[in-house]
């Protein structure tokens, strides 16, 4: 299950951020590792909710940085 | 004493020609770029056709992730400025960054944008809008990418007069070098409105020509039987430089520019004045600014659009201005070719004057058929011309009675 997630979260942060497939890794930080600005989070986070069919709340928007805080996130909220 | 300005650089997005060379050789072969609209359904649209930029490749100067987020219009403007800086040869370094700027503006800028997240506004609610709607849509920010790609950190802005706005950006320009507040500048205008909104507007405007079944014959300044523009997009961009700056890097000097004139009809939101008043004074105030004789013009890039007002009420005005002479300059317009590229034109027609200058070669007026007894100037009919030249204006005229006119000269030392 958080591998199937991963891999869908994988192919939006590449296909969006236009980054190498291997360097999104869970540990990697949208700002800093796949250098995504202010405006890429609140697009990529639109995309993720289409994705995954769920509401992620601002408050819960800004807690993310990695990678592994969406991944984590979406299992948790997804059933 | 006041310093001279030069032209360096020429780049050019347009639907004759993704590159200056193809864009040279369509004007001067007398090629058209109007064709059917095939980005949407034009079934209940009284005009089908426009000029259209075809085979365009951002991704040779854009990041993937970068093209997403910018409106087709400034993709244009980017791609063209990139061709001018590498054809100015121009090294942007961090001794002569903060001296170098940007103006590009554009008449309408990303509506194509604006309307698709309105239609996810109407379709999905506010949430789904994207954060990229506003710096994708606002008009200003051709500008502002192009100095971003570029390191540009000297004066930057974007003027928004219409049509007239491709000249008001280069003629702008060309004051702050002349008035030492920069060294050199990307200048220009760039224009990608062909979406079904705009052709609507435009056509209830009765602006529009309709000869759908012709394309390549529908934009037909000054001839008799035009009716109405053709919608074209797009981005023309100069480089402009302080001559000693220039000549200090050892730069290839294509032209100078030499004056500058700006009026304003004070008379309706979209009709010429219909005398030709504001025409008048805008030419007359570039031939006072360039210090040169109305007898100096060899050759004007007109407005021309190929409506029957505009096209009646310029030659109107070069009459009134120039008297006797009016009938010894040539006077074309290669919106017969291109479209009308809208807030782009002025840059795309400031790019040809440059080009007509270094190369002594006139761009026609083509699908200049039938004698119209109310144009009857030397429109260059059909042919290219070699001619030497040594001073060309540019004329451009924007709704809301915007009047820009450019001269520019063929350099000499």
């Given amino acids: 299950?958080?591998?199937?997630?991963?891999?869908?979260?994988?192919?939006?942060?590449?296909?969006?951020?236009?980054?190498?497939?291997?360097?999104?890794?869970?540990?990697?930080?949208?700002?800093?590792?796949?250098?995504?600005?202010?405006?890429?989070?609140?697009?990529?986070?639109?995309?993720?909710?289409?994705?995954?069919?769920?509401?992620?709340?601002?408050?819960?928007?800004?807690?993310?940085?990695?990678?592994?805080?969406?991944?984590?996130y979406i299992s948790a909220h997804q059933e | 004493m006041t310093r001279r300005v030069v032209v360096t650089g020429l780049g050019v997005v347009t639907p004759v020609g993704n590159d200056v060379p193809t864009f040279w050789e369509s004007l001067l072969s007398g090629k058209s770029g109007i064709r059917e609209i095939d980005r949407f359904d034009t079934t209940d649209y009284p005009t089908k056709i426009a000029g259209l930029v075809?085979?365009?490749?951002?991704?040779?100067?854009?990041?993937?992730?970068?093209?997403?987020?910018?409106?087709?219009?400034?993709?244009?403007?980017?791609c063209a400025a990139?061709?001018?800086?590498?054809?100015?040869?121009?090294?942007?370094?961090?001794?002569?960054?903060?001296r170098i700027g940007v103006y590009i503006g554009s008449g309408i800028g990303g509506i194509g944008t604006t309307l698709s997240n309105y239609r996810v506004l109407l379709e999905r609610g506010p949430k789904r809008v994207s954060p990229f709607l506003v710096p994708m849509m606002i008009s200003d920010m051709a500008a502002g990418q192009v100095s971003i790609d570029f390191g540009l950190r000297g004066p930057n802005s974007a003027p928004v007069s219409a049509c007239a706005t491709g000249s008001h950006a280069i003629g702008d320009a060309f004051k702050l070098i002349q008035r030492g507040a920069a060294d050199a500048m990307v200048a220009g205008g760039a224009e990608a409105a062909v979406v079904d909104i705009a052709l609507a507007g435009f056509s209830n405007m009765k602006a529009l020509s309709t000869r759908n079944d012709d394309p390549t014959r529908a934009s037909r300044p000054f001839d008799k039987d035009r009716d109405g523009f053709v919608m074209g997009e797009g981005a023309g961009i100069l480089v402009l430089e302080d001559l000693e700056?220039?000549?200090?890097?050892?730069?290839?000097?294509?032209?100078?520019?030499?004056?500058?004139?700006?009026?304003?009809?004070?008379?309706?939101?979209?009709?010429?004045?219909?005398?030709?008043?504001?025409?008048?004074?805008?030419?007359?105030?570039?031939?006072?600014?360039?210090?040169?004789?109305?007898?100096?013009?060899?050759?004007?890039?007109?407005?021309?659009?190929?409506?029957?007002?505009?096209?009646?009420?310029?030659?109107?005005?070069?009459?009134?201005?120039?008297?006797?002479?009016?009938?010894?300059?040539?006077?074309?317009?290669?919106?017969?070719?291109?479209?009308?590229?809208?807030?782009?034109?002025?840059?795309?027609?400031?790019?040809?004057?440059?080009?007509?200058?270094?190369?002594?070669?006139?761009?026609?007026?083509t699908n200049y058929e039938t004698p119209d007894p109310e144009c009857d100037l030397d429109y260059v009919p059909n042919t290219a011309r070699k001619c030497d030249v040594r001073y060309v204006m540019s004329n451009s005229f924007g709704f809301g009675g915007h009047n820009a006119a450019l001269i520019f000269k063929k350099y000499e030392q």
């Fill in chain 2, 245 to 365: 700056f220039a000549q200090r890097r050892g730069a290839n000097i294509l032209a100078e520019i030499v004056g500058y004139g700006m009026s304003g009809d004070a008379y309706h939101v979209t009709a010429p004045a219909p005398d030709g008043d504001g025409a008048v004074r805008v030419m007359s105030a570039a031939i006072a600014d360039a210090g040169i004789e109305l007898t100096d013009i060899d050759y004007i890039n007109a407005h021309g659009t190929s409506t029957e007002f505009n096209d009646r009420i310029e030659t109107l005005a070069v009459k009134r201005l120039f008297g006797e002479h009016a009938y010894k300059l040539a006077m074309s317009s290669i919106k017969s070719m291109t479209g009308h590229l809208l807030g782009a034109a002025g840059g795309v027609e400031g790019v040809a004057c440059v080009l007509t200058l270094k190369n002594g070669i006139i761009p026609p007026t």
């Fill in chain 2, 82 to 98: 990139h061709e001018a800086v590498e054809h100015s040869g121009l090294q942007i370094t961090d001794e002569n960054r903060d």
């Fill in chain 1, 1 to 72: 299950m958080a591998n199937d997630t991963f891999d869908r979260v994988k192919k939006i942060i590449v296909d969006r951020l236009s980054v190498d497939e291997d360097k999104v890794t869970m540990e990697a930080t949208f700002k800093d590792d796949l250098g995504a600005d202010s405006l890429d989070i609140v697009e990529l986070i639109m995309e993720l909710e289409d994705e995954f069919d769920l509401e992620i709340s601002d408050e819960d928007a800004e807690k993310i940085s990695t990678v592994g805080d969406v991944v984590t």
């Fill in chain 2, 54 to 78: 075809t085979d365009f490749q951002p991704e040779r100067y854009i990041d993937k992730k970068e093209i997403r987020h910018m409106d087709l219009f400034t993709q244009y403007a980017v």
